[in-house]
């Protein structure tokens, strides 16, 4: 009865999460102490001298892990603010549906003012005008892969033609968001417009993009340049500016004098006008 | 189009050069740029021409002691090779 028991004992500690032939020691504990339960003592001895070895390999190999973990968790989140990312893929469908139709028919929509709460704003779950990644994001992607197909009808695709779309577009979007920053700290401009705003709003074009390149490869010429002139994103971009950026008065209409207003007017309209450009830029040579 | 992250890089690193070679006393101060060039009051806020000068001496400022290990460290091989 002793000796088919070590083996036993020896099976299950090298591989605790297996089967086990008796169902009522569930060995989920790192010290197998589950299976000691019903058992005879003298075998359990006996198989219990390399137990505390491995348990506290375990252990330590476990600690370890953590360690390092917590180590690359802080050192990232230096770099990258990782909670503050996570607000921005709070999405979900009906979000991400209607920011869609928001995005190509701006003029319905009405309210562009964010909503807050306790001085942060809400999750974009929530308010159909807070910035999300989600989108951006998943448009990017899209378009990459879409500018593959448009290569490939062509017979102009090679693999590494992706990877140079891709780097391409994201050079222009770095491209972008630096020039707004910088414009945005010469006019010396207080606002909440946070770089991971900018570059949501960047993101935006990519649908656009993707809508025009569909239809060109669907259409003809002509049905590209009337969906690109239609999806571009500059109506969105102003009223979605003209909260942020402006003053008070001049948001709501009134006409202000003076000079910083007149800047300010004209880095919105600067950015509103470059949108439908960068959005032909980066198609034209895809579908020549 | 071959617009590529790395020649982004390259025109940004020279870009930065280029803001870093203007010179305060030899150049600046004629065009009226300089750094002590009466930088408006206190009270109000800075403009344009303001903010760039700050820019430029803060461009130059950084950037010196990594302009200085850059062509540092591109000097040293060539002078490796001939001997």
Known sequence: ?288 | MAFTLYSLLQAALLIVNAIAVLHEERFLRHVGWGSDQGIGGFGEEPGIKAQLTNLIRSVRTVMRAAISARHFQSILPSRTDSV
């Open chain 1, 1 to 288: 009865l002793l000796s088919p028991q070590p083996p036993n004992a020896g099976y299950r500690m090298a591989a605790p999460r297996m089967a086990d032939p008796h169902p009522l020691f569930d060995d989920t504990s790192a010290a197998g102490g589950g299976g000691g339960g019903g058992r005879p003592t003298g075998p359990g001895l006996r198989g219990s001298a390399s137990q505390p070895v491995s348990s506290l390999a375990v252990v330590y190999g476990s600690s370890l892990a953590s360690q390092g973990r917590d180590i690359v968790g802080c050192n990232l989140d230096r770099l990258i603010p990782v909670g503050r990312l996570k607000y921005y893929f709070a999405v979900d469908t009906i979000y991400v549906g209607r920011k869609l139709g928001l995005l190509i028919f701006s003029f319905v929509h009405q309210d562009w003012q964010v909503r807050y709460q306790q001085d942060t704003p809400v999750a974009p779950r929530f308010d159909i005008n807070a910035p999300d990644l989600y989108i951006p994001v998943m448009a990017f992607v899209t378009y990459i892969l879409i500018a593959g197909l448009a290569l490939g009808t062509q017979n102009r695709f090679s693999p590494d033609s992706l990877g140079l779309q891709a780097s391409s577009a994201l050079a222009w979007l770095i491209v972008e968001v630096l020039a707004v920053l910088l414009s945005l700290y010469l006019v010396t401009i207080n606002t909440d417009l946070t770089t991971i705003d900018l570059i949501a709003f960047a993101g935006y074009k990519y649908v656009g993009m993707i809508i025009g390149l569909v239809f060109r490869l669907l259409f003809s010429r002509t049905g590209y340049y009337v969906v690109l002139s239609w999806c571009c994103l500059s109506i969105f971009m102003i009223r979605t500016l003209r909260l942020k950026l402006l003053s008070e008065a001049a948001a709501e209409g009134v006409l202000v004098r003076g000079a910083k207003n007149q800047l300010r007017m004209y880095l919105t309209m600067a950015v509103a006008t470059a949108q439908p450009l960068f959005m032909y830029w980066l198609t034209y040579h895809l579908l020549r």
